[in-house]
């Protein structure tokens, strides 16, 4: 909904994958110590340890998503950083490449036909919309 009212910004949901914040080791309580004993039990069963992004390398791929030219906004302008030889554009959330909104993993690609085919059908049920209205009303509320 937003991107329809800026089409010259580009709007990215990414996912970093696990980033190695070490939140669990410093935070408290029965919560904090049941995600560790559940982790520790985990890895009996895993063949491989969970690769964790470290915390520096997870602020470079959001810098990267923030300053690249593969991620266009919806009226197509090139802008930002130009992209190498290497580098090609992602397919936006509608299925094509560009158009303003992206939902990228942790590979920093496109997320997929069945992401998309999700997406396609919220849109068709009005949900930007519904959300949207949801916002507007909540900053509404608010701020009175």
Same mark, same amino acid.
């Given at each position: 909904?937003?991107?329809?009212?800026?089409?010259?910004?580009?709007?990215?949901?990414?996912?970093?994958?696990?980033?190695?914040?070490? #939140?669990?080791?410093?935070?408290?309580? #029965?919560?904090?110590?049941?995600?560790?004993?559940?982790?520790?039990?985990?890895?009996?069963?895993?063949?491989?340890?969970?690769?964790?992004?470290?915390?520096?390398?997870?602020?470079?791929?959001?810098?990267?998503?923030?300053?690249?030219?593969?991620?266009?906004?919806?009226?197509?302008? %090139?802008?930002?950083?130009?992209?190498?030889?290497?580098? %090609?554009?992602?397919r936006g959330?509608?299925?094509?490449?560009?158009?303003?909104?992206?939902?990228?993993?942790?590979?920093?690609?496109?997320?997929?036909p069945e992401?998309?085919?999700?997406?396609?059908?919220?849109?068709?049920d009005g949900?930007?919309?519904?959300?949207?209205?949801?916002?507007?009303?909540?900053?509404?509320?608010? %701020?009175?």
């Amino acid at each position: 909904a937003i991107a329809k009212e800026a089409p010259t910004v580009s709007f990215i949901h990414d996912y970093p994958g696990f980033v190695d914040t070490g #939140i669990f080791k410093k935070t408290e309580g #029965i919560l904090a110590a049941t995600i560790r004993g559940a982790s520790k039990i985990s890895k009996i069963f895993r063949s491989t340890d969970t690769k964790y992004i470290p915390l520096d390398e997870c602020g470079e791929r959001h810098l990267f998503l923030a300053t690249s030219a593969r991620y266009k906004p919806a009226n197509n302008e %090139t802008c930002g950083i130009p992209l190498n030889s290497e580098m %090609t554009e992602v397919r936006g959330s509608y299925g094509a490449v560009g158009g303003g909104v992206y939902i990228v993993d942790e590979n920093m690609e496109s997320a997929g036909p069945e992401v998309e085919k999700l997406l396609s059908k919220m849109r068709q049920d009005g949900m930007a919309e519904k959300v949207w209205q949801h916002t507007e009303d909540e900053f509404k509320r608010i %701020t009175a």
